[in-house]
């Protein structure tokens, strides 16, 4: 019994530590300088897609949407891998990225459900016929890029060590 109660008196301060760090978000406005991100050309889908670009940008639900459409690389709320693999080969030159976001994309295609409550929760709207999840995927893939950035283009300092810890511990997919 002692034996017991000493693991449990040695363990309960470091799991409320572990606790306590997730509630103190680090400066995750830092992490836009953290990682080095690849170029992402759009471009090419602009013919079918360019009503909805902001700025000569496409970041709105109705970009993202018409782009996974206009790949075929959705299907309903599902990803369709093969499609969205020539996606973002078209998108982008470098293929050290794209195996990191395509690893994104496996790991969040594995979530689609916990998306989809998610996005029932947040209550996000549908804009016209525009839907979210492809909005979803994308900012998806995109944070699991942050979480597994190559180490050549990773700013190795404390506070983007210390903002990507938080996030692979702390966030949720």
Known sequence: MLHLLTWVLL???AFQAAEKSCSERPDVTALKNCCK???LDFSSYNSKCGQFLINGVHVTPCSFDCIFKAANAINGTSL???NVEKMMRSIMDSDEFLQVYMGGFKT???QE???IKSLKRRRVPVTGRCA???LMYGLCAHRYFYRNCP???WSKTAGCNEAREYNIRCDAF
């Open 108 to 110: 969040c295609a594995a």
């Open 113 to 115: 459900q916990v998306m």
């Open 151 to 153: 180490e050549s283009v």
């Open 11 to 13: 363990f309960t301060p």
């Open 80 to 82: 369709v891998m093969e």
């Open 37 to 39: 991100l690849p170029n």
């Open 132 to 134: 979210s999840m492809s």
